[in-house]
């Protein structure tokens, strides 16, 4: 398994596939003045296959596809099917906003998707609206009950908290949990990209301990449950009574990197090697002069060496040069 220069084994690559979306978050995607990596510039279904298969050889073991939005890829399904064919890859994920999931949900689970996590910040129509711009919840929850039909169970749920739009709306969300047994996780907001919806992550951030105070408030008090894992980046609860999880993604007030286990891949082709920083290593060049598995995987083990130790929000460091839509969370 592959080590960094601080112990931590890293074996998650999250594969970034596309970096457009039909919805436009407010703390993610701008309206307007977007620049998009050209088609041709995209990493193919059978380059994203390469890169999957060298991180393999390299100790990888788990990958998640995201983007921008996934599903928006023509070819989705061919590339979990060719990331889910490899011997040792073992999990294969997808995060998305599932709208598309009506029509995908069981293509993609049955080329060899595991498990999904889908992005939902509120139930209220209107207030979704204003925070996931293009979405409404009637296709999120058409696109929920896709995933729960197609079996790819139990669902994941991730709601960014933002203050002024949905930050009280979190505890219908718990409570919908709780019905349904899933698993919701709120998670805090990040400022990436330097530009608007940086500022907006900036200005209408809520730290978790707020978010659990107000859950906790109208449904009890909420008791330690398993984690997912050392690498597990959410603390994770449980209610006293009834089934589902809360967890609590809190990056800016409780980092985490100490244990980090995470590469990311952007869709142009670039390993990215800490969300919160700009470092990257270009691997497209490598695959397209010619380079196969073994220059892939030695740009993969530099990229681990290179990962810093952690991030500097606290120092008001960010990414400047890339947006959460690229990268992919
Ligand atoms: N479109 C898919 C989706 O929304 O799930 C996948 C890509 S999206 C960039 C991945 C995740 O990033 C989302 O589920 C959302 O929870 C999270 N996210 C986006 N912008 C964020 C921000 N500024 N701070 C914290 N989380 C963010
Ligand atoms: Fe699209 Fe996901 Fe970003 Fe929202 S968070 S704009 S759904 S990529």
């Known amino acids: 398994m592959p080590r960094d220069r601080f112990g931590?084994?890293?074996?998650y690559l999250r594969l970034?596939?596309?970096?457009?979306?039909?919805?436009?978050?407010?703390?993610?995607?701008p309206l307007r003045g977007l620049k998009f990596v050209p088609s041709d510039e995209l990493l193919t279904a059978a380059e994203i296959e390469l890169v999957a298969?060298?991180?393999?050889g390299v100790g990888f073991h788990k990958f998640r596809l995201t983007g921008g939005e996934p599903t928006l890829r023509p070819d989705i399904v061919d590339i979990v099917g060719r990331i889910a064919s490899i011997e040792g890859a073992r999990d294969v994920a997808m995060t998305t906003n599932a709208?598309?999931?009506?029509?995908?949900?069981?293509?993609?689970?049955?080329?060899?998707?595991?498990r999904l996590?889908?992005?939902?910040?509120?139930?209220?129509?209107?207030?979704?609206?204003?925070?996931?711009?293009?979405?409404?919840?009637?296709?999120?929850?058409?696109g929920i009950a896709a995933a729960e039909e197609a079996g790819l169970t139990p669902i994941k749920i991730n709601s960014v908290v933002t203050r002024d739009y949905n930050e009280r709306d979190v505890v219908d969300l718990a409570r919908r949990a709780k019905e349904r047994g899933w698993h919701v996780r709120f998670i805090e907001l990040m400022p990436l990209g330097g530009g608007e919806a940086a500022h907006v992550a900036l200005s209408q951030f809520v730290p978790?301990?707020?978010?659990?105070?107000?859950?906790?408030a109208e449904l009890g008090p909420l008791l330690p449950a398993a984690s997912g894992g050392p690498s597990d980046e959410s603390s994770n609860f449980r209610f006293a009574d009834g089934d589902g999880i809360v967890g609590f993604i809190s990056p800016?007030?409780?980092?985490?990197?100490?244990?980090?286990?995470?590469?990311?891949?952007?869709?142009?082709?670039?390993?990215?090697?800490?969300?919160?920083?700009?470092?990257e290593l270009d691997v497209k060049r490598a695959i397209r002069s010619g380079g196969g598995e073994?220059?892939?995987?030695?740009?993969?083990?530099?990229?681990?060496?290179?990962?810093?130790?952690?991030?500097?929000?606290?120092?008001?460091?960010?990414?400047?040069?890339?947006?959460?839509?690229?990268?992919?969370?």
């Not at 596309?18 to 993610?28: A, F, Q, S, T």
């Not at 298969?53 to 393999?56: C, M, N």
């Not at 996590?117 to 058409?142: C, Q, S, W, Y």
């Not at 978790?208 to 906790?216: A, W, Y």
């Open 8 to 11: 931590r084994d890293i074996n």
């Open 16 to 29: 970034s596939v596309i970096d457009h979306c039909n919805l436009r978050c407010v703390y993610c995607m």
């Open 53 to 56: 298969r060298a991180a393999v």
């Open 99 to 114: 709208i598309l999931l009506p029509r995908l949900a069981k293509p993609l689970r049955e080329a060899g998707l595991t």
């Open 117 to 142: 996590n889908i992005h939902v910040d509120t139930l209220n129509p209107e207030r979704l609206k204003k925070l996931m711009r293009f979405g409404t919840i009637d296709e999120i929850e058409a």
């Open 208 to 216: 978790s301990r707020e978010t659990r105070q107000r859950i906790e």
């Open 252 to 279: 800016v007030s409780e980092p985490y990197c100490g244990t980090c286990n995470r590469m990311r891949l952007t869709a142009d082709g670039k390993f990215h090697l800490c969300l919160l920083n700009d470092d």
């Open 294 to 329: 073994p220059a892939v995987a030695e740009i993969l083990r530099k990229a681990v060496l290179g990962k810093p130790t952690g991030h500097r929000l606290d120092e008001g460091v960010s990414t400047e040069e890339r947006s959460m839509f690229q990268i992919g969370g």
